[in-house]
Each structure stands twice: as structure tokens, then as C-alpha cells.
């Protein structure tokens, strides 16, 4: 299977612990973005890489959360210090960056958070 | 400030009949829209998208339809299948970056 995976698919944590989640992108993808779900709500942005660089990160993402994608391959996303309010859904997609403006991206399965 | 709005959360539709979800969205700098299907538990999966510079794209039984005057599109499913009852996802996005995404809407695809 060469589609984008996720791991752990669950996590449930007790408020204030930290927690960190990790997605492994299509090989060939050189983008890989992460998005936040909420119930009722469409995927929200959160930032996203260009190889190892992180390009974008959404005003929305307080400072308990870091991103990294150290070689440019996997991505882990970690919050520190958890709350209640950041239980939701994770999602990470990858894409392929060519030329022009169609760029289509795919998502992983989904890490779901529940903090206590 | 909702860029992408999905205004009816839920649409039911006979097997065999033709399926219409509709978008809607506010930001004249998007310029790729891409519905996705998502199933409870699982991530969005890529159905169909379409360029700015096209008014309509076909996929076998999915066919989008883009108005860019009225900054609406649309998703036709013909005929509609049981397995497509889920959520249907619009997103948009501007020169090659982030999604913005509207808040679904649920399609039930009675038999």
C-alpha cells in the first residue's frame, strides 16, 4: 500500500501530558500538509512542508504545537501541554508540487485525540 | 469567516437517481476546487477536482460543474449508488497551496 499512513490511529492522554503523532506521506510527494477535524466541522488547516521546509503555518496553531519533517520523508506533529479543545481528528496529505496551479493532495487515515 | 460554504448538511436520494451537492465560496483567488468523500473514522478520499480555467469535469459516474460568476460548484452523481452515502467535502484552494474546506454535507443514498 503506497498511500499515505498515520500513526497512532488513537490517542487518548490526560490534560497536560504532551503527545506527538506521526505520518509518513506517498514517497514520492514532496509537500505534506496537516489539517485539524472537528465534529460538524470540514478539515482546518494547519501548516504544511515543501521538502524539509515549513512553508505555512495557520494563525490558528498556538505555540503548544511544533511540526517537523527533519529529512524531507515523515512528519510528526506534536502538542505540548494538552487541553480539552484540542481533542479532534488530525489529518495529514501529501502531494506532489509540479508546475501551474492543480495540485491535488491525499490524506492519511487520521490520528484521532481524545484528551480527558 | 467561512470561505467555502456546503449550505444543506444532509441530502437523501434514491438508488438510480441523480445526486446534486452544491458549493459555494467567496474568495475570487481560489483557482482548484476538489470534493473529497469521507467516511466516519477514516480521511478524506480525492473524488474529482476542476481548474478555474473549466467550467466542468467528468470522472465516470462524477461530473463537477464550475460557475465562477456565481463562485459556485457543483457535484452530480449519476446514478447514485448506496455506497456513496457519506460525507461529500468541498475545498478549494489558491495557487497550489492549503485547502479550505466547507462543513460537509452528508449524502444518504436510499434503496
Known amino acids: 500500500d503506497t498511500g499515505v499512513s498515520q500513526n497512532p490511529r488513537h490517542k487518548i492522554t490526560k490534560r497536560g501530558q504532551n503527545v506527538t503523532f506521526r505520518c509518513d506521506p506517498i514517497?514520492?510527494?514532496?509537500?505534506l500538509y496537516w489539517y485539524r477535524q472537528t465534529l460538524g466541522q470540514g478539515p482546518e488547516f494547519l501548516t504544511y512542508?515543501?521538502?524539509?521546509?515549513?512553508?505555512?503555518k495557520s494563525r490558528l496553531l498556538s505555540d503548544r504545537f511544533s511540526a517537523e519533517r527533519p529529512k524531507g520523508s515523515f512528519s510528526t506533529l506534536e502538542i505540548q501541554r494538552t487541553e480539552q479543545g484540542d481533542s479532534a481528528m488530525y489529518l495529514c496529505?501529501?502531494?506532489?508540487?509540479?508546475?501551474?496551479?492543480?495540485?491535488?493532495?491525499?490524506f492519511g487515515p487520521g490520528t484521532r485525540l481524545l484528551v480527558l | 469567516d467561512q470561505q467555502v460554504k456546503q449550505n444543506s448538511p444532509s441530502l437523501s436520494v434514491q438508488e438510480g437517481r441523480i445526486s446534486i451537492l452544491n458549493c459555494d465560496y467567496t474568495?475570487?483567488?481560489?483557482?482548484?476546487f476538489l470534493w473529497y468523500k469521507k467516511y466516519p473514522a477514516e480521511g478524506p478520499t480525492f473524488l474529482i477536482s476542476?481548474?478555474?480555467?473549466?467550467d466542468k469535469n467528468e470522472d465516470g459516474r462524477f461530473t463537477v460543474f464550475l460557475n465562477k460568476s456565481a463562485k459556485h460548484l457543483s457535484l452530480h452523481i449519476v446514478p447514485s449508488q448506496p455506497g456513496d452515502s457519506a460525507v461529500y467535502f468541498c475545498a478549494a484552494s489558491a495557487t497550489a497551496s492549503k485547502l479550505t474546506f466547507g462543513t460537509g454535507t452528508r449524502l444518504q443514498v436510499t434503496l
Open positions: 496529505a501529501s502531494s506532489a508540487r509540479t508546475s501551474g496551479y492543480s495540485e491535488t493532495q491525499y
Open positions: 476542476i481548474s478555474s480555467i473549466k
Open positions: 512542508f515543501q521538502n524539509e521546509a515549513q512553508l505555512e
Open positions: 474568495n475570487s483567488m481560489f483557482d482548484y
Open positions: 514517497s514520492e510527494h514532496n509537500r
